[in-house]
């Protein structure tokens, strides 16, 4: 099974408000990404929790916050939003450390209003 | 610096006309390369990971090679369920990243 989720699917919110992007895997993965993708682009990488430690933050803006209470789940809490940060955001995971391929989840379409 | 560019940015086939997509990476120390097909609104999906020069994987109507240079995904006999973007990626040198090009676009026409 390779096979990571991710809810909601779709997430309407305002530029006010506070809400949470949830991904969960059960594959044993100790890797887990977090990406924005806008249109016509490829993944562009926000997070990289090892081992449910922090260990990539690619100068994310504060109002992005990730957290991976266990090494199955990761959370992306969001506050206080723009209109540009509407995306597609993904989560993957994979093996542990080395050049293992990543396994991507179905993404949350965010639209911020 | 770590680099992957495919082309063509786009490619229109007939279907069952075969054609291949082109990957060149620049990378130190390749550690992996994967293709991954992504359809629109939707997580990419993975296909291979090839990790050294002359390895060939297969999977249905696709076939992905590795030279030193560059990966190619070769598609036989496509039909149109092949319609999607093509991602390739590579493991950035010593760093958990990913180096994605910027993904070929393929329309098959019945």
């Known amino acids: 099974d390779t096979e990571v989720t991710q809810t909601p699917k779709h997430l309407v919110m305002g530029m006010t408000n506070k809400k949470s992007l949830k991904c969960e895997q059960h594959?044993?993965?100790?890797?887990m990404y977090w990406y924005k993708q806008k249109a016509k682009k490829p993944p562009e990488l926000m997070f990289v929790?090892?081992?449910?430690?922090?260990?990539i933050n690619e100068s994310v803006p504060s109002r992005f916050s990730p957290e991976c209470p266990n090494s199955s789940l990761l959370n992306l809490h969001l506050h206080a939003l723009q209109p540009e940060d509407s995306a597609l955001y993904l989560c993957?995971?994979?093996?542990?450390?080395?050049?293992?391929?990543?396994?991507f989840g179905p993404g949350t379409r965010l639209t911020v209003t | 610096e770590d680099q992957v560019t495919q082309s063509p940015e786009a490619l229109r086939l007939q279907e069952g006309e075969s054609s291949s997509l082109n990957c060149s990476y620049t990378?130190?120390?390749?550690?992996?390369l994967f293709w991954y097909r992504q359809d629109p609104g939707k997580g990419p999906e993975f296909l291979f990971t090839?990790?050294?020069a002359g390895e060939e994987k297969e999977k249905e109507r696709l076939k992905a090679t590795l030279t030193k240079k560059e990966s190619f995904l070769h598609i036989t006999a496509p039909k149109p369920e092949d319609s999607a973007t093509y991602l390739c990626?590579?493991?950035?040198?010593?760093?958990?990243?990913?180096?994605f090009g910027k993904g070929t676009k393929l329309t098959v026409n019945p």
């Open positions: 993957a995971s994979k093996v542990g450390r080395g050049g293992n391929e990543q396994y």
């Open positions: 594959m044993g993965h100790r890797a």
């Open positions: 929790y090892s081992y449910e430690k922090l260990s």
């Open positions: 990378v130190s120390g390749l550690r992996g």
């Open positions: 090839l990790y050294s």
């Open positions: 990626a590579v493991p950035q040198g010593g760093s958990e990243k990913l180096v």
